[in-house]
Nanobody, 125 residues
């Protein structure tokens, strides 16, 4: 079983900073891209940032220059460092791991995606 466990959400004032982390647990052999998405109340889930195994990043225009995504491959962990937070950043933030392969008694198997349970980020004005 592979699970993604997020942490680091909370309440912060506008202009403040917050960091999220997400660790993938289980008999993981490899993970392709990892990323962060968010869903504000009454809206659809949207991409925030993604990062490849090699460290190439992609950001939503709304967070460029304020958010930084990083990952620690040996620890199967992805981070989101958020600066200059705005009230419109308020949302539930979800991490995603793509094309996960796992070690099994009969070899490497898988290539599936997983989502975390979500962590609330609230930015007060």
């Amino acid at each position: 079983q592979v699970h993604l466990v997020e942490s680091g959400g909370g309440l912060v004032q506008a202009g403040g900073s917050l960091s999220l982390s997400c660790i993938a647990t289980g008999s993981i052999h490899s993970i392709n891209d990892m990323g962060w998405y968010r869903r504000a109340l009454g809206t659809q889930r949207e991409l925030v940032a993604t990062i490849t195994t090699g460290g190439d990043t992609n950001y939503a225009e709304t967070v460029k220059g304020r958010f930084t995504i990083t990952r620690d491959n040996p620890k199967n962990t992805v981070y989101l460092h958020m600066n200059s937070l705005k009230p419109e950043d308020t949302a539930v933030y979800y991490c995603k791991a793509e094309s996960i392969t796992v070690d099994t008694p009969w070899g490497v198997d898988g290539a599936f995606d997983r989502w975390g349970q979500g962590t609330q980020v609230t930015v007060s004005s």
